[in-house]
């Protein structure tokens, strides 16, 4: 080994010796910033990732592998030394290593100088080592096998030119065989295997941040055999071509043949091992969680998953189908064996593309395929089936992927598979079973107590606690002992329950039996299962249909084993005309936020002019509320005290059409909901938050060209995009503390009560920066000209405002002392008690709850329109997919609200970009100098470290100290007499 170090570091010194090394690194690192910032423009994207840079280092180490490998055997060939190398006391293979490695030292050095950019990245963003750790390793990787193929060629020739060129033709067909370009032109089952063998897609998966064995063993076989090669090539350079030496000549033949194709064989025969890897990803993005796997190891029944993949599938598509087929073979190995795995081309069976059809609706995507010749529509198949007993979902490849645009590059990846898998999983399980199962999943039984007062029961609910009792035990009947029923009564002497006790455990308080009465009675159940205690509060007409929904309701909120109930108000669609009369498109369009939420959970459209709330809505979610009847306020103030969960988005102003110019404005909000929000000790301001950290807003600008008056699109800063980063958010509250970014669009300031709250739990979720200041003006057309920098004026007060809160703790309705909407006074009622009876619901007369238990919860958002589709519309034109932050903010307060982390844990999981903090020109063009220069000198400095180390290393002339003598002189010597 000494020998073989002793080689390389002779190696480097004569790269050293001249300024070549130091220009071939010099133009490899100029050209590696240039693409990174300017080809792929690093700071437009605005993700904090070097995805730029991995993407282009596959093409330009070629290059720089080829001018520093063309020289190592060539010259020694041009210059005659490799004779002298062949007759040395060394090994050829130590020969070959030895050069190996220098040039590996070589190449780990240019990579080392590119650690400015990842170091970068994370000083302006939130970056995740583990992609950038896989991506330097397959670097490494693949820089070493480019260098074994680079020092092959330069043995076969003594020309360094045309060992440049072979180098970058060979290792340029390795790098193009598994490309789209190659692939796309193969049959399926080719394209397979040139992925396989391409240096470019196995360096793609190492990238990313998984550690494959196959991709490790790849790029090993690959070295090995062209080192190989390399010492058969030096050595057949030895050989006579008589028959002495052909026994030698076959054997070390067939051994160099021998271990490469058993390279071959042992990655052919590990190709279809896919659990021997290592994911690096900060989130493990690419194995399965825990949440995962605890969800398929309490499969009850078999579940069926099977994919239905073309073999001629689209480009784009092919190679994400192995990624989707490695990933199930992983929940597969995890759920043993209650999952039957399949995979399928529904063209190939003709019966099972009718039953695909058929009875799961799935069929064929028409999807446009171009080439060089022509463009053709392809009917392709790309689907996931998952069935579990009568429920199925089936995934389409609008479900699995995600298109990014990159210039006029297209990426296609998959958005988040586990997730997307594992929530259609939830859904089919969760959607099978039933309340007799939830009880036998329950540890302890269930316990139901009724809370009653029979003597002051107004009489149209004197027979409800004989209808509970009804409903109960036909429940504890068939529950095998799992359920347990019992009534109490509270006015009774000999029970240890009193009114006070059931304040001080339940936060239980007695019902007014009507406004005009001081009568008070109590009617509450009471469930405690699963861990948890919560109140049943019956709907409807209180008959045994709604009382035993009620109790089902309780027993699946208390279990993990069904799916979140969300009931949805948002504005109703009204027709809305211009200032000619013509009509034009509501402004007031929710529909996004209702299919994205409904991927994850049942979302049901709530009417909340009954004055109530269905006793299975398991979160009320209120967007965007404006001109609420009473009765309405009424039905959210009581869902609340029922223990409910109330997320509201309500800010002061809404988007509205502006008729004197056509322009897009904003009008304030009318209704009572501010004050109902108010009496809960939080109060939505009446102007609006201005920021200047904000997201960008496309603007049409016109710009004159040679005369010419040209409208162009661009993205300008508008303040009234308010764009919350991590340092205003909550970093503790599960609701927050995955996010990297929310932007709240037209957002009103909110202030807490400190003193109605004192005894809740406040969080303030999402605030504004130190810069931002508050305006009334609803003007949110800018004008650059006035304010060229902001497009609006800038108030003279700036500090952090408010924006989200979430309230947990017992709250006092707002209905409190006041009449129900739905009562009439006595005289009104004896005139027309039909006409009352008719128009008031039964479930009104329970009476008014007048205090929440302390499990309670509300959050407030002080924006109207920030899960607006036209919003949504807005972002992605400039941001791409940055919009869905604001829906993984939502779905994460549901499952904040119902204690569901298994798929918050999942869905954050890489679903969020990680973004960088807001720059300006001048801070961008210092970053990217910066690098520049850096890298440059720490070239240079590397340079003359090495030259001073080699000038220490060389001997020091002898000095001799005044009249000493030393050797003799040449001059001096004695003449000898030459022999002849």
Request: glycine share 6%; hydrophobic share 45%.
């Amino acid at each position: 080994m000494k020998q073989v170090i002793a080689l390389a570091r002779k190696e480097l010194d004569s790269y050293f010796s001249s300024p070549m090394a130091l220009i071939f690194v010099g133009v490899f690192l100029v050209t590696t910033l240039f693409t990174f910032f300017w080809v792929d423009g690093f700071f437009g994207r605005g993700v904090a990732d070097v995805r730029s840079l991995f993407r282009w280092l596959p093409i330009l180490m070629i290059f720089l592998v080829a001018a520093l490998t063309m020289r190592q055997w060539s010259e020694e060939q041009q210059t005659g030394t490799l004779e002298i190398l062949l007759t040395m006391p060394v090994k050829l293979a130590q020969l070959v290593l030895g050069k190996f490695l220098a040039v590996l030292a070589l190449v780990a050095v240019a990579l080392a100088l590119t650690l400015f950019l990842p170091i970068t990245v994370g000083l302006i963003g939130n970056l995740d080592a583990g992609p950038v750790i896989g991506g330097y390793l397959a670097a490494l990787l693949m820089a070493a096998a480019y260098i074994a193929i680079g020092l092959f060629v330069s043995s076969r020739t003594d020309n360094q030119l045309v060992a440049l060129i072979l180098t970058v033709i060979v290792c340029g067909l390795f790098h193009l065989v598994g490309s789209s370009t190659i692939v796309d032109l193969v049959p399926a089952f080719l394209a397979d295997l040139l992925r396989a063998i391409g240096t470019g897609s196995r360096f793609e998966s190492i990238e990313r941040g998984v550690i494959d064995l196959r991709d490790l063993l790849y790029y090993v076989s690959l070295t090995v055999i062209f080192l190989g090669l390399n010492v058969l090539s030096l050595d057949s350079k030895r050989w006579s071509i008589g028959a002495n030496t052909e026994s030698y000549r076959r054997n070390a033949t067939l051994t160099i043949g021998l271990i490469a194709v058993n390279l071959v064989l042992f990655n052919a025969l590990l190709f279809p091992v896919n659990t021997v890897r290592a994911d690096l990803t900060q989130d493990g993005e690419y194995s399965l969680s825990q949440a995962t796997r605890d969800i398929l190891q309490n499969l009850q029944e078999p579940l069926l998953i099977r994919g239905y993949f073309s073999k001629e599938n689209h480009p784009y598509l092919a190679p994400l189908i192995p990624r989707i087929e490695d990933l199930l073979e992983e929940y597969k190995v995890a759920a043993g064996d209650n999952l039957q795995l399949e995979f399928l081309d529904p063209i190939d069976d003709p019966q099972l593309e009718a039953e695909a059809n058929q009875i799961y609706g799935i069929e064929p995507s028409p999807l446009q395929v171009s080439d060089r010749s022509e463009v053709s529509v392809r009917n392709v198949y790309f689907d996931i089936l998952i069935r579990y007993g009568d429920q199925n979902v089936v995934l389409n490849y609008s479900d699995l992927i995600e298109v990014k645009s990159y210039g006029t590059d297209v990426e296609v990846s998959l958005r988040n598979l586990e997730y997307d898998l594992t929530s259609a999983i939830q859904r089919v399980v969760f959607g099978f079973q039933s309340v007799d199962a939830v009880l036998a999943s329950l540890d302890e039984p269930a316990h139901l107590t009724l809370y009653y007062t029979p003597s002051t029961l107004p009489n149209s609910l004197a027979e409800v606690p004989t209808t509970i009792q009804t409903v109960a035990d036909d429940i504890a009947s068939g529950s095998n002992g799992r359920f347990v029923f019992q009534s109490v009564d509270v006015d009774d002497p000999n029970d240890d329950v009193t009114p006070e006790s059931l304040y001080n455990r339940y936060q239980l308080q007695p019902i007014a039996a009507s406004f005009f009465s001081t009568d008070t009675y109590y009617l509450h159940m009471i469930l405690e299962a699963g861990g948890k205690v919560q109140a049943i509060y019956p709907s409807g007409a209180l008959s045994e249909a709604d009382i035993r929904d009620a109790i089902e309701s309780g027993l699946k909120r208390a279990s993990s084993g069904f799916l979140t109930v969300v009931g949805l108000w948002t504005p109703p669609s009204t027709a809305q005309t211009d200032m000619f009369g013509q009509q034009i498109p509501n402004l007031a369009q929710y529909t996004r936020v209702s299919e994205l939420l409904g991927e994850n959970y049942e979302v049901r459209t709530v009417d909340l002019s009954s004055g109530q709330v269905d006793a299975d809505i398991d979160v009320l979610m209120v967007i965007a509320p404006q001109n609420l009847t009473d009765g309405e306020l009424y039905a959210i103030d009581q869902y609340l005290m029922r223990g409910g969960r109330v997320f509201v988005a309500a800010g002061n102003y809404q988007l509205a059409y502006d008729s004197m110019n056509g322009n897009l404005g904003l009008q304030a909000t009318q209704g009572n909901l501010k004050e109902m929000l108010a009496s809960y000790g939080i109060t939505v301001g009446d102007s609006l938050v201005m920021d200047t950290q904000n997201e960008p807003f496309p603007a049409t600008v016109q710009r004159n060209v040679g005369g010419a008056v040209v409208n162009e699109i661009q993205a300008l800063d508008y303040p009234f995009f308010v764009d919350v980063r991590a340092d205003g958010m909550d970093s503790e509250n599960p609701v927050t503390n995955s996010l990297q970014a929310i932007t709240l669009n037209w957002a009103s300031p909110l202030t807490v009560d400190e003193t109605l709250n004192a005894d809740r739990t406040v969080t303030p979720l999402l605030s504004s920066t130190g810069q931002s200041w508050l305006t009334t003006d609803t003007n949110i057309q800018p004008n650059t000209k006035l304010y060229p920098e902001w497009g609006f004026p800038v108030g003279s007060e700036h500090a952090s405002h408010l924006l989200a809160v979430a309230v947990q703790g017992s709250f006092e309705s707002f209905f409190k002392g006041r009449q129900s909407p739905f009562e009439t006074e006595p005289a009104a009622a004896d005139a027309s008690a039909d006409a009352a009876a008719a128009a008031t619901p039964s479930a009104a007369t329970t009476g008014t709850l007048e205090a929440s238990p302390a499990s309670a919860q509300l959050i407030v958002v002080g924006s109207n329109e920030f899960l607006n589709d036209i919003v949504f519309s807005l972002s992605n034109s400039l941001s791409g997919e940055r919009y869905l932050n604001s829906i993984q903010f939502v779905q994460n307060a549901v499952d904040w609200f119902t204690q569901d982390s298994a798929l918050a844990e999942i869905r954050t999981r890489g679903t969020t970009a990680r973004l960088l903090k807001p720059l300006s020109d001048q801070e961008q063009s210092f970053w990217e100098a910066l690098n520049y220069v850096l890298a440059l000198l720490a070239l240079g400095a590397l340079y003359l470290i090495w030259r001073m180390r080699k000038r220490s290393e060389q001997p020091m002339p002898l000095v001799l100290p005044a009249g000493a003598s030393g050797p003799a002189r040449p001059d001096s010597l004695p003449e000898q007499p030459v022999k002849s």
